[in-house]
């Protein structure tokens, strides 16, 4: 318990000082207006997804050119730099997803981080907060990122087909995500890459408390 909330405190730390961070070069109005959306997070929070599911049987996704972009396997020497361009509270959660199991690709540019993706083959509210329930053969596909001066270029898109192949390779059947109801533009992204949409999850967090609701999707097929 202790332990929790030591860490729940120092996330809270960190959410700060990058809210802080971030608002420089705006209107003081909208800076506070941030900070006090950020104060409010710790007590309560709401957050409405669509998780989506895409088969690995048949990967038809045309790799897109990428000049300049290398994508590579994540190692844990890429951590400090994947923390700078992501935040300070993600530094310590990358380091237990790779130390249990997890996965994923880093993309570069000229040594500069360009963004990254994660697949992990179990789910713990701690490290994906989410509570999706996992069939055999699925794979949690999380946190993918791409570094706004990168976007466009099919950063994205480079890492996730390499992922998919190597989650193939492995045996995996079924990739499973979840993306905000109200990110169009992430939501058309994983449409074109072969995701269906299965169900919306509900996300309420009461202090540490969670509380996660499944809702059918308006006008679904299941």
Not at 70 to 80: F, G, K, Y
Request: with cysteine; net charge positive.
């Amino acid at each position: 318990m202790h332990r929790s909330l030591f860490r729940y405190i120092n996330r809270f730390a960190a959410l700060l000082k990058d809210s802080w961070r971030e608002g420089r070069g705006k209107r003081l109005s909208r800076r506070i207006k941030e900070l006090a959306a950020v104060l409010i997070y710790p007590f309560y929070r709401r957050g409405v997804y669509v998780v989506m599911t895409r088969s690995l049987a048949e990967l038809t996704i045309p790799t897109p050119s990428t000049t300049g972009i290398v994508v590579r396997a994540i190692q844990e020497a890429d951590i400090p730099s994947m923390q700078a361009v992501s935040s300070a509270s993600d530094g310590e959660r990358f380091t237990h997803l790779l130390a249990q199991g997890s996965m994923g690709f880093v993309a570069e540019s000229d040594g500069q981080v360009a963004g990254y993706c994660w697949a992990s083959p179990y789910l713990t509210r701690s490290l994906h907060r989410v509570d999706i329930p996992l069939q055999p053969g699925d794979v949690l596909v999380h946190d993918i990122l791409t570094v706004p001066e990168f976007r466009r270029r099919g950063v994205a898109r480079a890492m996730v087909t390499r992922l998919f192949v190597s989650l193939r390779k492995q045996g995996y059947h079924r990739a499973v995500n979840h993306v905000r109801a109200d990110n169009q533009t992430a939501l058309a992204t994983h449409r074109s890459l072969g995701y269906l949409e299965e169900y919306c999850l509900i996300h309420r967090r009461f202090l540490w408390v969670d509380h996660f609701q499944r809702v059918p999707l308006a006008g679904s097929r299941r």
